[in-house]
């Protein structure tokens, strides 16, 4: 059964203009799927479909069996810029969503402090965005997303502008903190290394349509050492031989 149902989603930007052509895609609860596709392709629209925050031309999103056609607390987005407010502490900046609709209570302040902990900023509640690294900066951007307990975490390439060790240490992060809560991921990116690590499956997207998919059976929990295994290279090699066929 689909957790997270994307069906036919269509989206123009005006009749001429499709962006998002006729996309059908299934993701089961827990599973974690990236989509991978050059720039311009559509990626990032179906991704704000999928989340609510663009309406749909035609089609339909479903989350457990409800329709999304407004952004909802049982979505998380987490932008490919952290987009912390700057004159915010780590610790408010977490609770923003929370602060939009009320006011944050005890319970939610000892929540962002768990998240915190999990992400391993414990010590940097009190800090503000211009006091982090980038790396900081997206682990916070993540536990803001996680802080509603979201059912789906929807990420449109949050470790671009990272180093490559930064990078791979939070895509262990994330792998972990998404295990924890048993969440439901659609991530986007342009790294295939990154797709096959993360990913249950893989999806390669072309002028606004999913033209292949893969199913990733590497072991889980992923280990640093399968980057550099025979398999995973192979693996590397068929998205790519996709996504040139594909353009």
Same mark, same amino acid.
């Given at each position: 059964?689909?957790?997270?149902?994307?069906?036919?989603?269509?989206?123009?930007?005006?009749?001429?203009?499709?962006?998002?052509?006729? +996309?059908?895609?299934?993701?089961?609860?827990?599973?974690?799927?990236?989509?991978?596709?050059?720039?311009?392709?559509?990626?990032?629209?179906?991704?704000?479909?999928?989340?609510?925050?663009?309406?749909?031309?035609?089609?339909? !999103?479903?989350?457990?069996?409800?329709?999304?056609?407004?952004?909802?607390?049982?979505?998380?987005?987490?932008?490919?810029?952290?987009?912390?407010?700057?004159?915010?502490?780590?610790?408010?900046?977490?609770?923003?969503?929370?602060?939009?609709?009320?006011?944050?209570?005890?319970?939610?302040?000892?929540?962002?402090?768990?998240?915190?902990?999990?992400?391993?900023?414990?010590?940097?509640?009190?800090?503000?965005?211009?006091?982090?690294?980038?790396?900081?900066?997206?682990?916070?951007?993540?536990?803001?997303?996680?802080?509603?307990?979201?059912?789906?975490?929807?990420?449109?390439?949050? =470790?671009?502008?990272?180093?490559?060790?930064?990078?791979?240490?939070?895509?262990?992060?994330?792998?972990?903190?998404?295990?924890?809560?048993?969440?439901?991921?659609?991530?986007?990116?342009?790294? !295939?290394?990154?797709?096959?690590?993360?990913?249950?499956? +893989?999806?390669?997207?072309?002028?606004?349509?999913?033209?292949?998919?893969?199913? +990733?059976?590497?072991?889980?929990?992923?280990?640093?050492?399968?980057?550099?295994?025979?398999? =995973?290279?192979?693996?590397?090699?068929?998205?790519?031989?996709?996504?040139?066929?594909?353009?």
């Amino acid at each position: 059964m689909s957790f997270l149902a994307i069906n036919h989603a269509t989206y123009a930007f005006q009749p001429s203009e499709t962006v998002v052509d006729s +996309v059908e895609w299934a993701i089961g609860q827990g599973e974690f799927h990236c989509l991978v596709g050059r720039s311009g392709c559509g990626k990032t629209t179906l991704l704000k479909v999928a989340a609510g925050l663009l309406q749909p031309t035609a089609g339909s !999103i479903f989350i457990d069996g409800t329709e999304i056609v407004a952004p909802s607390a049982q979505v998380g987005f987490v932008f490919q810029t952290p987009t912390l407010l700057e004159w915010q502490t780590v610790s408010d900046n977490i609770l923003l969503p929370i602060s939009l609709r009320r006011t944050p209570s005890p319970p939610d302040r000892q929540k962002a402090t768990g998240l915190l902990e999990l992400v391993g900023l414990a010590d940097y509640a009190g800090r503000f965005p211009r006091e982090l690294s980038g790396g900081q900066q997206s682990r916070v951007a993540i536990a803001r997303a996680l802080i509603n307990e979201p059912a789906v975490l929807l990420l449109d390439e949050p =470790f671009a502008a990272l180093d490559a060790i930064t990078r791979e240490e939070l895509q262990d992060d994330l792998l972990s903190l998404c295990a924890l809560h048993g969440t439901t991921v659609l991530f986007v990116t342009h790294d !295939i290394a990154e797709a096959i690590y993360l990913a249950d499956r +893989v999806a390669v997207m072309e002028s606004g349509q999913l033209r292949h998919e893969f199913t +990733v059976d590497l072991a889980k929990p992923r280990q640093r050492d399968m980057r550099y295994s025979p398999h =995973f290279n192979n693996l590397c090699f068929e998205v790519r031989r996709a996504m040139d066929e594909a353009a």
